[in-house]
């Protein structure tokens, strides 16, 4: 998708990535935990602090984040959010298959896990071919093993 571009973030980007996370993961962490808003600014500010953030951008406008981190073997992704507004637009299709292609080249498996009430992620994952390869009483873990070249 040409019009999707991404960007890392810089300081100025903390309090839209809080307002992205917010925007498109309140509803599932209420049914699961309960949404505490000084409790998630915390976590946020810790997690902005020790991560490399990359800013999603849609026609030049800034529309969601995600996190990758990387071990010999894997790639995983920590966290992507795209803002309500601009969901359904095949964004996430494009940033996920993005982070495969670049996982592909390098043969390393791509790992996350999803919220069990979240079923628009899980249905986008098993679409770009993810299989659930573990599970708790919250989370689905799920994994992309590399294409063969």
Not at 68 to 93: A, C, F, M, R
Request: aromatic residues 12%; contains cysteine; charged residues 25%.
């Amino acid at each position: 998708m040409e019009e999707i571009s991404l960007r890392e973030a810089d300081a100025n980007d903390s309090e839209f990535i809080f307002t992205v996370k917010k925007a498109a993961y309140r509803e599932y962490v209420e049914q699961v935990w309960g949404w505490d808003d000084d409790y998630q600014r915390e976590r946020h500010n810790r997690e902005f602090a020790s991560h490399d953030f990359h800013i999603i951008q849609f026609r030049e406008t800034d529309v969601g984040f995600f996190i990758t981190s990387s071990t010999s073997d894997t790639l995983k992704v920590n966290q992507i959010y795209i803002l309500p507004e601009y969901q359904g637009k095949g964004i996430g299709s494009a940033c996920m298959t993005h982070i495969i292609d670049n996982a592909n080249l390098e043969q390393r498996s791509v790992v996350l896990q999803v919220l069990k009430v979240n079923t628009r992620g899980i249905t986008l994952y098993k679409r770009l071919g993810f299989t659930i390869v573990g599970e708790d009483s919250i989370y689905f873990q799920m994994e992309k093993s590399p294409e063969l070249s």
